[in-house]
């Protein structure tokens, strides 16, 4: 076990010389954070103008037009007919998009981790491109990923406990069989079947099971030591801090711990995805993806070959 623990660590560390390498790969998912929350912010105005401009009776600069639109969409009278437009599709029109635009976006993002592996420059606008050129794959497997939560969100909101169980369990085997399903839909152009994008991804999960549960271990456990070794000093002093009766140098204390634990988040959740894309293409091609070695690969990650390959 702790030589397991030892190959984890270093699958974190190669991970994050990923990382070190090609330091644009941190604000890629930035930046496509940034384009999400205004695309959404463009679909939620695009449903609310009309709410908004509801005619009252009153100017926009009224409060009574607010007070008459809450009346109007959100009766509190029993049995009040309620004038909410498009009521029942506005949840799930809004988690769909959502759904389409991470997955547009993370098929971006992974991309160009693969292309880093390749020896090329991160590129966000080659990034974009070559998910615009996915767009059927992106389409259809949010499509099949959304209607697969909303069915296990329906069930662990309207059934008893154990069909919730059921429910969650369920859940856990779609997050898992479908793990890789972003580099199946950007090394397999052709495959557009959503069902057919999630058999390659249990697939190619099933040839790296137990390996690939170790190197994220490896990888949380890399997030845990590295976020010990920041709180030690800011809880030095935190305590120096109270000695001395400073609360200015406590709160920066808190603040200085509160940004350090959201950095090393962050760089651990690249580092995770730079992992999933570098086991990836050792399992379906056999590459020993750089920074990574032939013997970390072969002591962590022991493909097995289909049946039929010698």
């Known amino acids: 076990m702790i030589a397991k623990f030892k190959q984890s660590w270093r699958l974190f560390k190669a991970s994050v010389t990923v990382i070190r390498q090609h330091p644009k790969l941190l604000w890629f998912p930035v930046?496509?954070?940034v384009l999400t929350v205004f695309i959404a912010l463009f679909f939620l105005s695009a449903m609310a103008i009309p709410m908004v401009l509801?005619?009252?009776g009153y100017h926009l600069n009224q409060i009574q037009h607010w007070s008459a639109l809450m009346r109007y969409y959100f009766p509190q009278h029993p049995g009040a007919e309620r004038h909410f437009p498009w009521r029942s599709l506005c949840l799930p029109v809004i988690y769909l998009v959502s759904m389409f635009l991470a997955t547009f976006f993370n098929v971006a993002f992974y991309s160009e981790i693969i292309?880093?592996?390749g020896g090329r420059e991160?590129?966000?606008r080659r990034g974009l491109r070559t998910a615009c050129s996915r767009l059927p794959s992106i389409l259809a497997w949010s499509l099949l990923a959304g209607l697969v939560g909303w069915l296990i969100r329906a069930i662990e909101e309207r059934l008893p406990l154990a069909a919730r169980i059921v429910a969650g369990l369920i859940g856990l085997a779609w997050s898992i069989a479908a793990v890789f399903a972003i580099p199946v839909i950007i090394q397999e152009q052709a495959t557009r079947n959503p069902i057919k994008i999630l058999q390659k991804s249990a697939i190619t999960l099933k040839r790296t099971w137990g390996e690939s549960l170790i190197g994220y271990i490896g990888i949380s456990a890399g997030n845990l030591v590295i976020r010990a070794c920041l709180m030690l000093p800011v809880l030095l002093v935190c305590v120096l801090a109270l000695h001395?009766?400073?609360g200015w140098l406590l709160i920066i204390a808190v603040l200085i711990m509160m940004l350090g634990v959201l950095?090393?988040?962050?760089?651990c959740r690249v580092a995770g995805d730079a992992y999933r894309c570098a086991l990836y293409i050792y399992a379906t091609e056999g590459v020993v993806p750089e920074p990574y070695s032939q013997d970390l690969l072969?002591?962590?990650w022991i493909v097995n070959k289909p049946s039929g390959e010698q």
């Open 244 to 246: 001395f009766k400073s």
């Open 122 to 124: 991160v590129s966000l």
């Open 54 to 56: 509801h005619q009252t």
């Open 298 to 300: 072969d002591m962590a």
């Open 115 to 117: 292309a880093a592996f």
């Open 263 to 267: 950095f090393t988040a962050y760089v």
């Open 31 to 33: 930046l496509t954070t």
